[in-house]
């Protein structure tokens, strides 16, 4: 038996409607139960390989994990419980935040913003001072 | 599952759970070694049946679980809630209901 693909088993859960939280800690969890079970059977002499092989088979089948844990429907995201609702709310959370999107990002890239407007500033400040030299320079000159 | 368990079986794992929680928090593989230990390895869950049933029972409001370090890793425990109390205790009465219905139909003289 292959070592379970406990990172596929996350993308599996929440491709099955299963809300990232739940589907995320979930795997972490079985994951978890995984090295215990191994630590278990290496601690009572089984050769690693061996551990990894009898832990696997004690955890089950990760697609029987999946159609378990998809099967409840609490456990599925707001938007597969109600997808009606989800197609009129989603949208016009979108439209919403389309006005916000450019704040937001100017919010979340504020550091560099700054230094572009500080290099604008110093580059104006520098040729308004040489025009005002050949301004000076051709007045009296 | 490694095992399997029969269809009349639905509802255990629930009660199981909550009854080992009503002690003390646990966490998913501490509960499996229990299950076995209290039921004689009469009761053997498939090992990663209970956390859809964990996650479920956290769902409802009757478990809430708590992220602990614990020896280089990040244990989730599960303890009981006030409305989990509750729900053991209906459990609790139903699987006794329900136990006492068979046995007097075990113990009666055949029907059929």
Redesign the interface.
């Known amino acids: 038996m292959h070592e379970p693909d406990f990172h596929d088993l996350a993308t599996r859960l929440v491709q099955s409607g299963i809300a990232a939280r739940?589907a995320h800690?979930?795997a972490?969890?079985?994951r978890?139960?995984y090295?215990?079970?191994v630590d278990a059977a290496v601690n009572d002499g089984a050769p690693s390989r061996e551990a990894r092989r009898q832990a696997a088979?004690?955890?089950?089948?990760i697609d029987?994990?999946v159609s378990?844990?998809s099967?409840?429907r609490?456990?599925k995201a707001w938007a597969y419980r109600y997808p009606r609702a989800a197609l009129v709310v989603y949208p016009l959370a979108c439209l919403a935040a389309l006005p916000a999107a450019p704040v937001y990002a100017g919010i979340a890239n504020a550091p560099l913003l700054a230094r572009w407007g500080a290099s604008l500033l110093a580059a104006s400040l520098f040729t308004a001072g040489l025009l005002l030299v050949l301004q000076l320079s051709i007045l009296f000159g | 599952m490694a095992k399997s368990n029969p269809p009349f079986m639905s509802g255990v794992p629930e009660l199981l759970l909550l009854r080992l929680l009503d002690n003390r928090e646990m966490y998913g593989y501490e509960l499996v070694r229990s299950i076995k230990e209290v039921t004689g390895e009469a009761i053997s869950l498939g090992e990663g049946v209970i956390y859809p049933v964990l996650h479920s029972l956290e769902r409802n409001g009757s478990l809430k679980a708590r992220r602990k370090p614990v020896g280089g890793r990040t244990r989730v425990y599960y303890s009981l809630t006030k409305q989990g109390r509750g729900r053991l205790q209906d459990l609790q009465d139903d699987w006794r209901r329900i136990q006492g219905g068979i046995e007097t139909a075990l113990e009666s003289p055949g029907h059929a």
């Open positions: 739940h800690r979930a972490n969890e079985i978890d139960h090295d215990d079970l088979r004690e955890l089950g089948k029987d994990l378990e844990m099967a409840r609490e456990l």
